[in-house]
């Protein structure tokens, strides 16, 4: 039997059967509109608990990336690879890692959400994170 | 507030000191100090320390090692603003009269390797999906500011030369070799387009400062006391932060938009504009970071920071000599000993006793910018 999907973290990323299913949780504030990521219980502008847990947008544009050459301690993902900052329609940068070369990459290239397995666990279940990756 | 007087600095050389205790780290910090300022421990009426990297009692017992003399003893840990968080405290304490005199210490032991914002595995996601290093989210800015403002690779590895010139001349410095533009541009990739040079070394480290109110510094002679004639500090809107909020790692660096606003307010209660500082002790753990405070702190029109300082303006004879000890890209950045440094370097070069690098001209008015886990500290000094 297969194992099964499990995201890395629950709160940022809901993994569905498929993945085409994942999406990022994010948090809407009701009051005045302001998208969160990651997901708050209050408004960082209203100071209050008004806000809701949204799913956010798959698609986004690519406002700046990096080549990180050095690994960081914990880090699961081996270097070289790319880092990135992207901006959704909602208003808030997603910093991810960006599946693709450095030399394919530009500042303001659209890219879309996709969903890697980063490890699996102890009984053979894929541990899903997100990333992004160039919209064809 | 009443005046308060930077009295005494001491210093630990910053460098890799894996053997030594805190309190040998410590001790010639604070004994310097003391001595510097004339003053004996028992006179300190309160102890405000800044350290990251720490167990429980540390603070107490590098403080305690002078004696114990029941005084109230702080520990901060603010990340790279850590003893300049603790350096505010006591200005505000002896500022608004609850206390005469404070000493002030910065020190850290640190690991090697690339620093990232978690200090324990398993703390938050980002860690183990490779999104905590923070050169990467400095080089994300980088290429946006190099793209914006058509601003050549060449003016961020002019930083890092003009530090390694300034720490050659600097025996407390980390890294005392020099290096040219060429040689910063040749070091390996960090995180492109950051190469080694252009990154700050992780140290260790202490610093101390003694400070006070008028009528101990009229006491311990008024001669050499140099005045601390503000402090400004706070912490980041969500937007300004790099890559957006995820792990909360703060540095201003996003057009220094919190810098900006904090030394706005700075100025105008001192009545000091940017033109009226000698010197300046800025947060520059990658040389990106200059860039943006020589524009937000004033010293230059926003988008001309990497002309500027291809011009020399940060040099000894520039308009603005900056990190004259080599700052925290070469005299090396222990977190938490840096804040009390860069109030040392400032008093040294306002009094005229920074030796091979004493900028020209007799300073008189000095300026200290740190960031710590977002929180920006901005003291201005004067003679």
């Known amino acids: 039997?297969?194992?099964?999907?499990?995201s890395l973290e629950p709160s940022v990323l809901r993994v569905g059967k498929t993945r085409e299913e994942d999406v990022?949780?994010?948090?809407?504030?009701?009051?005045?509109?302001?998208y969160f990521f990651p997901q708050r219980k209050r408004c960082a502008y209203c100071c209050e608990p008004t806000t809701e847990l949204v799913e956010l947008s798959k698609e986004g544009i690519l406002s700046s990336y990096s080549l990180v050459a050095k690994k960081a301690k914990y880090s699961l993902v081996e270097p070289p690879y790319i880092l990135g900052e992207v901006r959704i329609p909602e208003g808030i940068l997603i910093y991810s890692v960006i599946n693709a070369k450095s030399e394919e990459l530009q500042m303001g290239q659209k890219v879309k959400l996709e969903t890697v397995e980063i490890k699996k666990d102890e009984t053979e279940n894929s541990i899903i994170a997100y990333s992004f990756s160039?919209?064809? | 507030m009443r005046k308060v007087y930077a009295m005494g600095i001491g210093m630990h050389k910053f460098g890799r000191f894996t053997e030594k205790s805190f309190e040998e780290l410590t001790y010639p910090a604070i004994e310097g100090a003391l001595l510097d300022a004339g003053m004996p421990f028992k006179d300190i009426e309160v102890a405000f320390c800044g350290v990251v990297y720490s167990s429980l009692?540390?603070?107490?017992?590098?403080?305690q090692q002078f004696g114990w003399t029941g005084i109230m003893i702080h520990s901060l840990a603010q990340a790279s603003g850590s003893s300049a968080a603790a350096f505010r405290l006591g200005y505000w304490t002896v500022g608004a009269g609850i206390h005469d005199t404070a000493l002030i210490v910065?020190?850290?032991k640190l690991p090697k390797g690339m620093l990232t914002g978690t200090l324990f595995p398993g703390m938050?996601?980002?860690d183990v999906m490779g999104l905590d290093p923070i050169p990467a989210r400095l080089a994300l800015e980088m290429r946006k500011r190099m793209k914006e403002y058509n601003e050549p690779i060449e003016a961020y590895a002019a930083v890092a030369a003009q530090a390694s010139e300034y720490a050659s001349l600097n025996p407390m410095a980390h890294y005392q070799e020099k290096h040219t533009i060429q040689d910063v541009l040749n070091s390996p990739v960090v995180s492109e387009p950051l190469t080694l040079y252009m990154c700050c070394p992780t140290s260790d480290g202490a610093g101390a400062v003694v400070i006070c109110s008028e009528k101990k510094a009229r006491q311990y002679g008024k001669k050499r006391a140099i005045e601390i004639v503000g402090n400004v500090c706070g912490t980041p809107q969500i937007e300004d932060l790099v890559g957006g909020p995820g792990s909360d790692i703060g540095g201003d660096f996003k057009g220094g938009n919190l810098t900006k606003r904090l030394v706005r307010k700075l100025y105008n209660d001192a009545a000091i504009g940017p033109e009226d500082i000698d010197v300046a002790q800025m947060h520059d753990p990658f040389t990106m970071a200059t860039l943006v405070d020589l524009e937000a702190l004033g010293f230059c029109k926003e988008g001309e920071a990497g002309r500027f300082v291809l011009k020399g303006n940060i040099g000894p004879s520039g308009k603005i000599p900056t990190n004259t000890d080599g700052g925290l890209l070469c005299k090396g950045h222990p977190m938490g000993a840096t804040g009390t440094a860069q109030v040392a370097e400032v008093v040294k070069q306002l009094r005229g006793e920074a030796g091979p690098r004493q900028i020209p001209n007799n300073p008189k008015v000095g300026?200290?910018?740190?960031?710590?886990?977002g929180m920006i500290n901005i003291n201005l000094l004067k003679k």
Do not use: F, Q, W
């Open chain 1, 24 to 34: 990022l949780i994010g948090s809407k504030c009701k009051e005045c509109g302001k």
């Open chain 1, 134 to 136: 160039l919209a064809k």
């Open chain 2, 124 to 126: 938050n996601h980002l």
């Open chain 2, 106 to 108: 910065g020190y850290e």
């Open chain 2, 57 to 63: 009692y540390d603070s107490r017992r590098v403080i």
């Open chain 1, 1 to 6: 039997m297969p194992g099964l999907r499990v």
């Open chain 2, 367 to 373: 300026l200290t910018h740190s960031s710590g886990a």
